[in-house]
């Protein structure tokens, strides 16, 4: 089991800045990747970033240049620092995990979720 809890959202005006935080509980003795992925309404669940057991990191086209993805040396925090944003990038940001040593971009290879954390961006 993976408990995972998202904080950090909120309103920002465009090319502003925000710090996504998600509280990871995981088993420390298994490999473990994560990952932000963010739904708009009407719209699909995307992958934002990933970061896998090894601390390789991937990004979406959109957020790359803009956005970095990271966790502390413990791995119970996982963060997302969202720089120059744009009205595109409104909507609901949530936090991934699965236990397996490659990260991936697609919401199917993930089994434990949060809540999801809140981003409007708007003037």
């Known amino acids: 089991q993976v408990q995972l809890v998202e904080s950090g959202g909120g309103s920002v005006q465009p090319g502003g800045s925000l710090r996504l935080s998600c509280a990871a509980s995981a088993y420390a003795y298994a490999p473990l990747s994560m990952a932000w992925f963010r739904q708009a309404p009407g719209k699909e669940r995307e992958g934002v970033a990933t970061?896998?057991?090894?601390?390789?990191?991937t990004y979406a086209d959109s957020v790359k240049g803009r956005f970095t993805i990271s966790q502390d040396n413990s791995k119970n925090t996982l963060y997302l620092q969202m720089n120059s944003l744009k009205p595109e990038d409104t909507a609901m940001y949530y936090c991934a995990a699965a236990y397996t040593y490659w990260a991936s971009l697609s919401p199917a290879d993930y089994n434990y979720w949060g809540q999801g954390t809140q981003v409007t961006v708007s003037s």
């Open positions: 970061i896998d057991n090894d601390a390789g990191t």
